[in-house]
Every structure is written in structure tokens, then in C-alpha cells.
Nanobody
Framework: QVQLVESGGELVQAGGSLRLSCAAS????????MGWFRQAPGKEREFVAA????????SYADSVKGRFTISRDNAKNTVYLQMNSLKPEDTAAYYC?????????????????WGQGTQVTVSS
């Protein structure tokens, strides 16, 4: 089992940048595919990005490609989401998730563990 704790969310102006972090407990962090999802008020939770266990393969939602970068540091049991050129439509609660598998998936039901979320608000 793994516990996930996100941090780094805050209020930022459009065009700005933020880096979210997700710290994981446990000794088997490098056995999990890690993902970031987000949920805006009144909307379903949606996939943002994911990264393979070794960090060499990533996947992004079309809406964030070229602006967001997911990375991980297995020595620190941490996954990051660097968000640049933020837009008001990026406003949402951002959740870190872990998947005990060797494949990247982009749907919420494919992830086994979730953090509590961190709020990102982008003002226009």
C-alpha cells in the first residue's frame, strides 16, 4: 500500500507557472506508474499526465501537452508536475494517483491509490 500527499497548489495569474509535488510513503514507489488528474467544480475528474515506473515514458492529455511536464525522483519517492503557461481553464483540484502495473493508463478506475488533492486557481 502507498499513501500520497500532494502540495504546491496555489493562486497564480494566467501565464504563470507552478510545480506540484506528490510525496509517497513506502519502499516500493518505483514499482508504481504515477499519474496526475484534475477535477474542476461540477466536472468529472480527468487525466492530466502519467509517468512510467522508471520515468522514461510519459503521457499527457492533449489540453496540457507542451505546457505541463511530469517527472519523478524515485530516490525521493516523489512525483512532480511542472505547469507552465497556465490558463484559467487549468483551475481545478489536482490529484496524484498510483497504479500498480507496468502500463500507463488514463482513466481514474485504473489507479489504485489517491492523494487528497491540492487546489490550483488561475486568475485571468
Amino acid at each position: 500500500q502507498v499513501q500520497l500527499v500532494e502540495s504546491g497548489g496555489e493562486l497564480v495569474q494566467a501565464g504563470g507557472s507552478l510545480r506540484l509535488s506528490c510525496a509517497a510513503s513506502g519502499r516500493t514507489f518505483n514499482s508504481y506508474v504515477m499519474g496526475w488528474f484534475r477535477q474542476a467544480p461540477g466536472k468529472e475528474r480527468e487525466f492530466v499526465a502519467a509517468i512510467m515506473r522508471g520515468g522514461g515514458i510519459t503521457s499527457y492529455a492533449d489540453s496540457v501537452k507542451g505546457r505541463f511536464t511530469i517527472s519523478r525522483d524515485n530516490a525521493k519517492n516523489t512525483v512532480y508536475l511542472q505547469m507552465n503557461s497556465l490558463k484559467p481553464e487549468d483551475t481545478a483540484a489536482y490529484y496524484c494517483a498510483a497504479r500498480s502495473s507496468v502500463m500507463i493508463k488514463t482513466t481514474t478506475q485504473d489507479y489504485d491509490y489517491w492523494g487528497q488533492g491540492t487546489q490550483v486557481t488561475v486568475s485571468s
